[in-house]
């Protein structure tokens, strides 16, 4: 049966289309690590590309999580015990032994340096960081940033069942995530140095956020979508060498990524019965 036959008798049954998370789910890891450190609770939803982000370098480096789903499509990251976390009402944010923080760069910076990872994460030589850092930053404004307007108005809006941004403001952030995909591909990608961001022989940080955004271009409905990546041969050949490095964990935090295509396959459909 195709996915989108299957969405729909979900929806004439009165299933939810995502609901295959419980309020606040606790998945358990283990609750102290070999250094005897207390597990990270991660507050989040893999649904959203930096939740993946904060996760997969947990899952990559072996270090003992319990991840409580704020489920995103359920909106319980605007409930006030979430705000109480994060005021900015934003996934993901992490406590540790009650240390709470938020913005997924800066707890990336936090994990590496608070479980002494191995060096390559996030060097501690000032220029090589400097590096990972100008790379993190940029990433914030120029790739996170105008994904989110694309994705908001290709599929958020949809699950949340509200208003579309202002067309002007969709085509402004589209045109700057291309151009950001551009920088990527001509600038910050360097084979012929190595295969991580900006020519580095093993992945940083940067390559983890940076891939948990890329993964979810795939899915958009956007016009341009199957060029996005395949006009991009640097930029698919390092994405899939970050996916074969950072197996089996990669995949294990997309393992809800199936739920968004299925959400987007449904949009899909939407905008064709609409259209027509
Ligand atoms: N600057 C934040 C951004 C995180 C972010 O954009 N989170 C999105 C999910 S991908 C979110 O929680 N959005 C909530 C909303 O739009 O209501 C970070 O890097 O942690």
Not at 40 to 52: A, E, H, I, K, W
Not at 71 to 86: A, C, G, I
Not at 145 to 168: G, H, M, R, S
Not at 172 to 195: N, T
Request: aromatic share 8%; hydrophobic share 40%; with cysteine.
């Amino acid at each position: 049966m195709g996915l989108l036959r299957q969405v729909k008798d979900k929806l004439n049954a009165g299933e939810e289309v995502l609901s295959n998370k419980a309020r606040f789910t606790q998945s358990k890891v283990s609750s102290v690590d070999s250094v005897g450190m207390m597990a990270l609770t991660v507050y989040g939803d893999t649904l959203s590309q930096p939740t993946r982000a904060v996760v997969l370098l947990c899952l990559a480096n072996k270090i003992p999580y319990e991840l409580k789903v704020a489920d995103f499509t359920k909106k319980e990251h605007k409930l006030p015990e979430f705000k109480e976390l994060n005021p900015r009402s934003e996934v993901p944010v992490i406590d540790d032994g009650g240390f709470i923080l938020a913005e997924s760069t800066t707890i990336l910076r936090y994990i590496a340096s608070s479980r002494h990872l191995s060096d390559h994460w996030y060097p501690t030589e000032v220029k090589s960081r400097a590096r990972v850092d100008y790379l993190l930053d940029w990433y914030h404004s120029n790739i996170h940033q105008t994904a989110e307007y694309v994705f908001q108005k290709e599929l958020v809006t949809n699950l949340w069942k509200e208003p579309i941004p202002p067309e002007e403001i969709i085509k402004a952030a589209e045109q700057r995530m291309i151009a950001s995909m551009d920088l990527v591909e001509g600038c910050f990608l360097k084979p012929e140095k190595g295969p991580f961001l900006l020519g580095a022989s093993e992945p940083s940080i940067a390559d983890i956020i940076f891939a948990c955004e890329y993964t979810q271009t795939r899915f958009l409905v956007h016009p341009e979508q199957e060029k996005l990546m395949h006009e991009r041969p640097k930029t698919m050949k390092w994405l899939d060498t970050v996916e074969k490095r950072l197996a089996p964990y990669f995949g294990e935090a997309h393992k809800t990524l199936p739920d968004l295509i299925m959400a987007a396959e449904f949009h899909r459909a939407s905008l064709r019965i609409t259209e027509s």
